[in-house]
Structures are given as C-alpha cells and as structure tokens.
C-alpha cells in the first residue's frame, strides 16, 4: 500500500500529517549519501571554504519539500474542506510548535541541547563513530528536519480556500 493510498482511504487528517512527515523523512534519508560523498569529498581535500555543493544540495532538498508539502495540498483538498474545523485545530498546534521552537532557537537552547547530546554520544569524533553516521546523526538531529516537517505541514494545512467557479460565482451575485 502506498502512502498516497494511506491518506485519501482513511480520509483522516492525522493519516495526512503521517503521510507528510514520512515523506519528507525519505527526502532527508535519500538525501544521506549526497552528503556523505560531499562532507567526505571536503575532507580528502582539506576543503575548508564554504561547499558549493553541500549548499546547492539543501537548497535542492528543501524545494523537494515545498514540491511535496504543495502535492499533498493539492491533493487531498476536499478533505481539508471536509475537516476545516480539525483542520484550524492542527494549524494552531503547527503556530505553536513554531513560535516555541523560534523562542528555543533564538535562546540557543536547541543548538545547545543538540551540541550536548552529540558530544555525550561521541557523534563528531573519528575514532568512535564513522562518518556516514555521523552524516545520518547531522541531517536528522541538527534541526533541519524538524525545521522542513514543520515549513511542510504549514504549507499542507495553512487555510484552504475552496474552489469557485466563475459560472457561481455569477450566479450568486447576478454580477459578471
């Protein structure tokens, strides 16, 4: 069963959150073995300036979530029409999650949090831990992640306005 036939039988919102959140962790697991061959690439070189290519790679996978979070938008908008008070309901749980994570991050707690655990489980050193998984650890621990779940169910479950045809439109206003 796809994950695309997931959502739209069960026609449930939390289907369509699952469906999301999985989606854009494949395009961050998928994204891995980029990043190991670039990171280690600049590191058999002693490339220490800013990588163009390590760059051009988030900026190829953050598009890849906007493309994502505007397909599922798209397609499972009569569900949203049908659950838009659920759907108010998730969309102040995302503005909340938002602002908390906004204030953590302004605070530099998260860095820090993140910083602490990594040295605690020896994550950024060579002897104990291999560079793939190190790259692992970075793409889905740093909060890029987390940051793209949350840009994709902003877009998924941001106010959706129902679809109006003109020939309506006229005719619940007598005007042309």
Same mark, same amino acid.
């Given at each position: 069963?796809?994950?695309?036939?997931?959502?739209?039988?069960?026609?449930?919102?939390?289907?369509?959150?699952?469906? *999301?959140?999985?989606? @854009?962790?494949?395009?961050?697991?998928?994204? /891995?073995?980029? #990043?190991? $061959?670039?990171? +280690?690439?600049? =590191?058999?070189?002693?490339?220490?300036?800013?990588?163009?290519?390590?760059?051009?790679?988030?900026?190829?996978?953050?598009?890849?979530?906007?493309?994502?979070?505007?397909?599922?938008?798209?397609?499972?908008?009569?569900?949203? *029409?049908?659950?838009? @008070?659920?759907?108010?309901?998730?969309?102040? /749980?995302?503005? #909340?999650? $938002?602002?908390? +994570?906004?204030? =953590?991050?302004?605070?530099?707690?998260?860095?820090?949090?993140?910083?602490?655990?990594?040295?605690?489980?020896?994550?950024?050193?060579?002897?104990?831990?291999?560079?793939?998984?190190?790259?692992?650890?970075?793409?889905?621990?740093?909060?890029?992640?987390?940051?793209?779940?949350?840009?994709?169910?902003?877009?998924? #479950?941001?106010?959706?306005?129902?679809?109006?045809?003109?020939?309506?439109?006229?005719?619940?206003?007598?005007?042309?």
């Amino acid at each position: 069963m796809e994950v695309w036939e997931l959502a739209s039988k069960e026609r449930s919102l939390y289907n369509i959150l699952w469906c *999301v959140f999985f989606l @854009v962790l494949m395009i961050f697991l998928c994204s /891995v073995p980029v #990043f190991y $061959i670039i990171v +280690s690439h600049d =590191l058999k070189y002693a490339i220490k300036a800013f990588s163009y290519p390590y760059a051009i790679t988030q900026l190829l996978r953050f598009i890849a979530v906007v493309i994502i979070a505007c397909i599922i938008r798209t397609k499972y908008r009569s569900i949203f *029409v049908q659950h838009d @008070v659920q759907r108010k309901g998730f969309m102040n /749980v995302i503005i #909340f999650c $938002i602002c908390i +994570s906004i204030l =953590l991050h302004i605070g530099d707690i998260t860095p820090h949090l993140y910083g602490v655990i990594s040295a605690m489980l020896r994550i950024f050193e060579p002897e104990t831990t291999p560079l793939f998984l190190t790259i692992l650890w970075e793409q889905l621990f740093s909060g890029e992640l987390y940051w793209s779940i949350l840009l994709a169910t902003t877009i998924v #479950f941001f106010r959706q306005s129902p679809k109006k045809d003109k020939f309506s439109d006229v005719m619940e206003t007598g005007n042309l």
